[in-house]
């Protein structure tokens, strides 16, 4: 027998949950189906839990775009459910001379962004924000924050719920064929379902890519290659040295090692960047020894011994090691030929910042 709803998305992470409820909200009947047990259990739990402002990302890029609409958003949300967060701002340090005049073009990109509330502000203007800091200079963004990300997971979660949608947790997506106006799907569970669909929402992370190799139909030459960032994390023991996020200039394919807060006021030090070929997120104590360098250039009171491993989480990059760095893909029928399917590849940082506006965003493109 085979079942039928109006939308399915794949993936119950942030992205997706975010999607669903906004596709619930216009009316759509819509199930998230989840191959794990709960919600956020991939990249929406291994990352640093930043709001971000979308001072760095190229202008008219998706990235840029969605994560500054995303940041209003987002604060938004939080404001009306007392979701837990805190609007710390950002510090984005030039550790040399040579690194000073860096920071006019970063505040020139984030203009263009439309991320109009970076600041430039001196060696002693920094000094008096951050007495632990040793810097030449530094861009101060007051919209950067740090969020409870799986608070707000739950409570995109309870709008799709309220709305009529429903969470299938335990349900791995075995094929996918494409027909005219509809994709039936094949799912396990407790049991194997198949369930036509009119709109089909891969928002699997990183597992895109895999779950849209399994669409009969879905031409192979328009799913992407996925590369995967590993970014570990450090934990700093003892009290923390500073009240706002710590930026250093961006460095190939991250935005370098710093200094983030959790909610409780914790200190971790990363991500940085490892090129792996698998999904393994164990730390290696080892390469804390790279970050001691790399923190002391604005920190230099960091104590040997005090960094110890906390987590590693990986990013689904477009690019390979050493090419330029892409976009977001929110792919549509104008580029695949499938009508009802939308496949989102490379869905990395800000990934998190801009969750509610590709909601939006998909939508549209689907309902419009």
């Not at 990109?109 to 439309?114: T, V």
């Not at 309870?158 to 997506?173: I, N, P, R, T």
């Not at 580029?335 to 990934?351: D, K, M, R, T």
Request: with cysteine; hydrophobic share 40%; charged share 20%.
């Amino acid at each position: 027998m085979i079942e039928s709803v109006e939308c399915i998305v794949i993936g119950a992470g942030v992205v997706g949950l975010a999607v669903a409820r906004e596709m619930a909200l216009k009316g759509i009947e819509t199930i998230v189906v989840e191959s794990q047990s709960q919600i956020g259990t991939g990249i929406s739990s291994r990352n640093s839990e930043v709001i971000h402002a979308g001072i760095y990302y190229p202008p008219n890029s998706l990235k840029g775009k969605l994560c500054v609409q995303g940041n209003k958003l987002l604060y938004e949300y939080c404001q009306q459910r007392n979701i837990n967060h805190k609007r710390c701002g950002k510090l984005i340090v030039a550790t040399s001379e040579s690194q000073l005049q860096k920071l006019p073009e970063i505040q020139k990109n984030a203009k263009a962004n439309k991320a109009l509330d970076l600041e430039f502000i001196s060696k002693q203007q920094a000094a008096k924000l951050e007495p632990e800091l040793a810097c030449y200079g530094a861009l101060f963004s007051p919209s950067t924050g740090i969020i409870d990300s799986h608070a707000l997971m739950l409570n995109l979660q309870g709008d799709l719920e309220h709305a009529g949608g429903v969470v299938a947790f335990g349900s791995k997506v075995h094929s996918g064929e494409c027909a005219k106006n509809t994709i039936l799907l094949t799912i396990a569970g407790e049991q194997e379902v198949q369930i036509r669909a009119k709109y089909v929402i891969n928002c699997a992370g990183l597992h895109a890519q895999s779950i849209a190799r399994l669409f009969q139909g879905l031409p192979r030459s328009t799913i992407p290659e996925i590369h995967y960032a590993k970014g570990n994390y450090y934990a700093l023991s003892g009290s923390s040295p500073f009240k706002h996020l710590i930026y250093p200039i961006p460095e190939e394919a991250g935005l370098g090692v710093h200094s983030t807060l959790d909610l409780g006021n914790s200190v971790r030090f990363g991500p940085d960047v490892e090129w792996v070929n698998e999904l393994n997120y164990s730390v290696d104590p080892a390469r804390a020894n790279d970050f001691y360098g790399q923190i002391r250039k604005y920190w230099p009171n960091l104590k040997d011994g005090s960094l110890t491993p906390s987590y590693a989480g990986i990013r689904p990059k477009l690019h390979a090691q050493g090419h330029p760095a892409k976009d977001f893909m929110i792919q549509t029928e104008s580029e695949h030929g499938v009508a009802g399917l939308v496949n989102l590849y490379g869905i990395e940082s800000p990934g998190l910042t801009a969750s509610m506006a590709i909601g939006a965003i998909v939508a549209e493109s689907l309902l419009s």
